[in-house]
């Protein structure tokens, strides 16, 4: 999720930084969601990281679809 969106952002974050922030949000093992709040160097590194996470999330679900009853069905830990 980019820009300064998540309950921990909106409490200690900085508007004037929100171009260059990202949250990776998550379900934990104990079916929590939490998120990983990142503040990048410049708007660059920002949309690198945002790229490349999309990447993998994409290859990530085509993996989970194309692959019944392989790794991923097994969970990952």
């Known amino acids: 999720m980019?820009?300064?969106?998540?309950?921990?952002?909106?409490?200690?974050g900085l508007s004037h930084?929100?171009?260059r922030?990202?949250?990776?949000?998550?379900?934990?093992s104990s079916g929590n969601q939490r998120s990983?709040?990142?503040?990048?160097?410049?708007v660059s590194q920002t949309k690198l990281w945002v790229n490349g996470?999309?990447?993998?999330t994409?290859?990530?679900s085509?993996?989970?679809t194309s692959s019944?009853?392989?790794?991923?069905?097994k969970g990952v830990e």
């Open 2 to 12: 980019e820009g300064q969106n998540t309950s921990t952002f909106r409490k200690y």
């Open 17 to 19: 930084e929100a171009s």
């Open 21 to 28: 922030s990202l949250s990776l949000v998550y379900t934990d």
């Open 36 to 42: 990983l709040n990142i503040v990048c160097k410049d």
């Open 53 to 56: 996470l999309r990447t993998l």
């Open 58 to 60: 994409a290859k990530w």
């Open 62 to 64: 085509q993996l989970a």
């Open 68 to 73: 019944p009853g392989g790794v991923l069905a």
